[in-house]
């Protein structure tokens, strides 16, 4: 059986980044794959070298149009990041996006906080069942505010944010965040590493409130915590990661982080709450045919996998694909449900932002893009000839509301 021992599954975090347009989604998206050190240069969303933007009709316009993925790596970690549109005209590539997903960061502005695209972009990753964790971006901005965001969420999205960082300074004075899982500081200052130390004084009493707002929320969700809460009138560090771990996953709670994606290495604790609180391919349910066929994540058993992409890229016709069930082979033969007609693979690529990397296979779990497939489309179903099958269609989406 095919499967990678250097990467097994539970290490692959397939997720994108939603947001409003302007949120900084973009910004959010650059500094991730800086951090991760896919990109050694910084793309600068203003003069058109962004890495995820790459279609120049996105680069004239200033907004992400086409959904790209790209993979890099985070503390033993394969992320594949998604792109999705964020831009109203492009609900089907948004809606298409999403069901590729294992789980999302939803990027909002810190000055102000849920707006209606937020709203509409949340209700269809509500219905697509991706789990979340919100991130309140640009803390240095002149009026950002942390509460004020939180209760917009609480208010607009969902009834429980679960607050993890509480903010080390304001506005322009914004270096860094106490973890309030870790009861740490982390700060940073402007291309220096993110640095680990005690929670300053002046802020341990608000913090020790804090931790303590974000037990009892937990504890009042999560029957586990809830008994050692009781027992123990506290939460230890691990039950609480936990504990989020499975609110994140059943969407019974969102966790909220902060920070600016100005700053750059301060995305680094955002990674790790991906890492920490996202699901794995293995922690979402089985995809289902149209006629009610499951098909396991599971590289044995036979392929199916979605084509969501279909880019011309330098290197020819690029269809991304979600490998949800099976192996896709370099060189197979592929039925493509929806052209109803065979296809051969011809070169398979995991998408880096500095280069493609050519894989002799790619295994259920995992988001990868293919070279030389003629009739496939963004939507059709890749699978085994002799196993054939069309993927359930994404249930109704509801349009998506124009912003004033
Ligand atoms: P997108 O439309 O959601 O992709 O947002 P962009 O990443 O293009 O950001 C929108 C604007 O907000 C751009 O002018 C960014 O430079 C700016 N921006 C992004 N992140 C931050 C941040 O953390 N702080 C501040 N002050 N501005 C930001």
Redesign the pocket.
Known sequence: MRTNHLNPLSVVRNLG?L????????????RILFATGTTHKRG???DGT?VT?FDPQERDR???IFAAAVSCAWDGHRLNLIDTP?HVDFADEVERSLRVLDGAIA?F??VAGVEPQSESVWRQADRHGVPRIAFV?????AG?DLDTAVESIRRRLHPAPLVVQLPIGREDGFTGVVDLVGMRALTWTDGGPVEEGPVPGALREEALGRRRLLEEAVAERHPAALEEFCDRETLSADTLTAALRDLTRSGDGVVVLC?????DRGIEPLLDAVVAYLPSPLDVPAVRGEQGEERPCDPAAPLAALAFKVNAGPTGRLTYVRVYSGTIEKGATVWDAGARRTERVGRILRVRADRHAPLEWAVAGDIVALVGLKSARAGSTLCAPDAPLVLEPPSAAEPVVSVA
Do not use: P
């Open positions: 980044v947001a409003h347009v302007d949120a900084g989604k973009t910004t959010v998206t650059e600068e969303v203003h962004t933007d200033g907004i992400t964020g990027v502005d810190a971006n640009k803390l240095d901005r950002a920070g600016s994606a100005y700053r």
